[in-house]
């Protein structure tokens, strides 16, 4: 039960959940245990997926997209971005499925903790019938997706047995309809990621707390609101009987790179693993201004961590209160942010998984040096003469939603943290599988080679001339991963 990052969400959508951490720790058991998820394959995803974006476009336009093309580009991106957008807004087909009972994987992007026990299929139905509808070349991608999401996952008949349940309650429904061994709990990460996603600081006062998503104000949750709610969350899980209950740390939202780090000296003495500014991941150094680009500034970096540090002591306070098993996700990490770290790893990656990549033609070189591996934190970068990655690759395209093989790693800590607790699994984790099926890896789009021009043309807004595309994709996708509007 939780969030994007229990739902398998990257690329700026949903759309393989069989390539979710928990999917991959289910697979290490024999034979393997029921654990029915959502499709969201359709479209390649919701509300988009900038992979399968790239790859089409790459097929369209090569590997890269000059002035003379951006008319033919917009077009094309438009086009397939209407589709996408009328398929989910239910205009092509119905987007009810034939189902019985509730999924195992009770997670939907974009919900914060509260919204476990809030938000259910009908008043998200109400929210969606009670909003304008937008669809403009200026409004490209799906309406109100989040909650679309979330009534295929809480109610995915959508018919009134469960048109009032939340996730809780499917849970409970569960529970009580088979049992629940290992009730995995991955969530608190949205009662913060907006300060990066949205580059504002806004702390949540008394008023936020029992409002609706499309409501809320804040970005960052004090901490004492996140006790509150942490510990209700704890008590509601409690009672559902599971026999154990696993969650996580946190990680520090300045380290995925959908916010960039400029201006800082990293060689100065003294250093402290900030920069002085945090802006748009698609904003080059040379050309970020603080009194044009929106951005974070240090200090406020500094005070997120902060507030993620006094998270994660009480996630962990709670946690050994109630009997449930912490996998120290934030630690791990912020072990091999290694620009944030000065180029260094603090924590070295699983043997089995070096070994893995080592077989791979894709990958090899990602890891050859075991001291120093190029596969990182940092944005994606293709190496021009091969196409092949030299730099990030444990986030994938939308700089916040990990990789297929950042789950992996995700699946891989939450094995370790679960054995050491004597719980056994039966298999290894299927590396060469998860690797494989890491796309944009292993065969990344070759527009991303000139990415500095590709994020450039998702990004440009109304003023410039040429573009069609409002405020800019890359922009749109920002305000849905904040406001949830």
């Known amino acids: 039960m939780g969030d994007s990052v229990s739902q398998g969400f990257q690329n700026g959508g949903i759309y393989r959940t069989d390539l979710s951490f928990p999917n991959f720790l289910r697979n290490c058991w024999e034979p393997a245990p029921d654990f029915d998820q959502p499709l969201f394959t359709a479209q390649a995803g919701i509300p988009l997926n900038l992979e399968v974006l790239a790859r089409g476009m790459s097929d369209e336009f090569g590997n890269s997209i000059e002035w003379n093309e951006y008319l033919p580009a917009i077009s094309h991106l438009y086009s397939t971005l209407k589709r996408v957008k009328r398929y989910w807004e239910g205009k092509i087909k119905p987007l009810h499925r034939q189902r019985s009972m509730p999924y195992h994987n009770q997670s939907v992007w974009g919900f914060s903790m509260n919204d476990a026990w809030m938000i259910t299929e009908q008043n998200s139905l109400e929210h969606i019938e009670r909003q304008p509808e937008t669809y403009s070349i200026f409004d490209m991608l799906p309406d109100h997706a989040m909650y679309v999401t979330a009534r295929l ?34 969530t608190g990460h949205n009662n913060i990621i907006g300060a990066v996603s949205d580059l504002k600081f806004v702390l949540s006062e008394e008023k936020d707390l029992g409002k609706f998503p499309s409501e809320r104000d804040y970005t960052v949750y004090r901490p004492e609101h996140f006790e509150r709610e942490f510990r209700e969350l704890a008590e509601r899980i409690s009672q559902v009987g599971a026999q154990r209950v696993i969650t996580q740390t946190i990680p520090y939202v300045t380290i995925p790179p959908v916010s960039r780090g400029v201006n800082a000296d990293k060689s100065r003495k003294g250093h402290t693993g900030y920069f002085d500014y945090y802006t748009r991941f698609w904003v080059w150094d040379e050309d970020f201004h603080p009194d044009t680009h929106p ?57 089995d998984f070096r070994e893995a990549m080592l077989k791979n033609p894709m990958t090899a070189h990602l890891v050859e040096d075991e001291h120093n591996p190029t596969l990182s934190t940092d944005y994606i970068r293709l190496d021009k003469e091969s196409g092949k990655l030299f730099k990030g690759g444990i986030f994938s395209l939308d700089g916040i939603h990990p990789s297929t093989i950042g789950y992996g790693l995700i699946a891989h800590l939450y094995k370790e943290t679960m054995e050491s607790h004597g719980i056994n699994f039966d298999k290894p984790l299927n590396w060469d599988h998860i690797i494989a099926n890491d796309t944009l890896i292993t065969d990344p789009p070759y527009l991303l080679v000139e990415l500095r021009n590709f994020l450039r043309f998702l990004s440009m807004g109304r003023q410039e001339k040429l573009s069609v595309v409002g405020s800019g994709l890359l922009n749109q996708m920002m305000d849905i991963f904040s406001d949830r509007n």
């Open 295 to 351: 951005h974070l500034t240090k200090e406020q970096a500094i005070s997120l961590d902060q507030h993620v540090d006094e998270y994660n002591a009480i996630i962990r306070d709670v946690a050994r209160e109630y009997g449930w098993i912490t996998v120290p996700l934030n630690r791990y990490v912020s072990g091999i942010a290694r620009r944030r770290l000065g180029e260094s790893m603090r924590i070295p990656y699983p043997d």
């Open 153 to 186: 996952v809480l109610n995915p008949s959508l018919t009134k047995p469960f048109s009032n349940h939340t996730l809780l309650d499917n849970v409970h429904y569960l529970q009580e309809n088979g049992g629940i061994e290992n009730l995995i709990v991955s």
